[in-house]
């Protein structure tokens, strides 16, 4: 595609509730990044993927969370029993070759957890 | 104290106005200084992108970068409505694979 699209746009959780949040990266881009915005905040890294490894997980916020990216092409990142403080934009990234220059964004998923 | 630090704002300019952002940070071994601009509901599209200290300019943009001072800034000329978003600076140790540290963001409104 011409961007990287995430799915669903706004997902509302009850507490307790397990979610997936979907990325689907521009085609051909080997690096795939996973970023969490709170409401005021910049993003933050969570982890990093090239093709279907995970090469770095060590922004995950607590084994709640787990990411995977088996063909190495669409990703989600799934949380377990959310809580109130996962309420947050997740964001994704795509690049290329991974160069910090070559990042694009797709629009985020809102998660609410009510 | 946060590793990049940025005034949240909002910063308000009337249309045509120069508009100075900045950002301050601790860690030395930031190489590479990026800015993002990020409009409501969607994700951050990168405007500049330098390395070490100096200038880059592009278009009515201009970034600058001291590392001496761990201090960044971007310009903004002639500002427009629609250059009212948020805008993050963003900064990495390398080129190659490395996490960007982002800023908390500062909302920019531009009144025609």
């Known amino acids: 595609g011409a961007g990287v699209s995430q799915s669903p746009r706004y997902k509302v959780a009850k507490r307790g509730q397990d979610v997936a949040l979907r990325c689907d990266p521009i085609?051909?881009?080997?690096?795939l990044f996973w970023y969490q915005q709170a409401l005021g905040q910049g993003p933050e890294f969570l982890t990093y993927?090239?093709?279907?490894?995970?090469?770095?997980k060590s922004g995950l916020p607590s084994d709640r969370f787990f990411a995977e990216r088996p063909e190495g092409s669409v990703s989600t990142l799934k949380i377990q029993r959310t809580q109130q403080e996962d309420s947050a934009v997740y964001l994704c990234?795509?690049?290329?070759?991974?160069?910090?220059?070559?990042?694009?964004f797709g629009s985020g998923t809102r998660l609410t957890v009510v | 104290q946060k590793e990049v630090e940025q005034d949240p704002g909002p910063l308000s300019v009337p249309e045509g106005a120069i508009v100075s952002l900045n950002c301050t940070y601790s860690n030395s071994a930031f190489q590479y200084f990026m800015w993002y601009r990020q409009y409501s509901r969607k994700g951050p599209e990168l405007l500049m992108y330098t390395y070490s200290s100096g200038n880059k300019e592009d278009g009515r943009f201009t970034a600058q970068v001291d590392k001496s001072s761990k201090y960044i800034s971007l310009f903004i000329r002639d500002s427009q409505p629609s250059d009212s978003a948020t805008y993050l600076c963003?900064?990495?140790?390398?080129?190659?694979?490395?996490?960007?540290?982002f800023g908390k963001g500062t909302m920019l409104l531009v009144s025609p």
């Open positions: 085609s051909g881009h080997v690096s």
């Open positions: 990234a795509s690049s290329l070759d991974g160069r910090n220059y070559g990042y694009t």
């Open positions: 993927f090239q093709n279907e490894a995970q090469l770095d």
């Open positions: 963003a900064m990495s140790r390398n080129s190659g694979y490395s996490t960007l540290t």
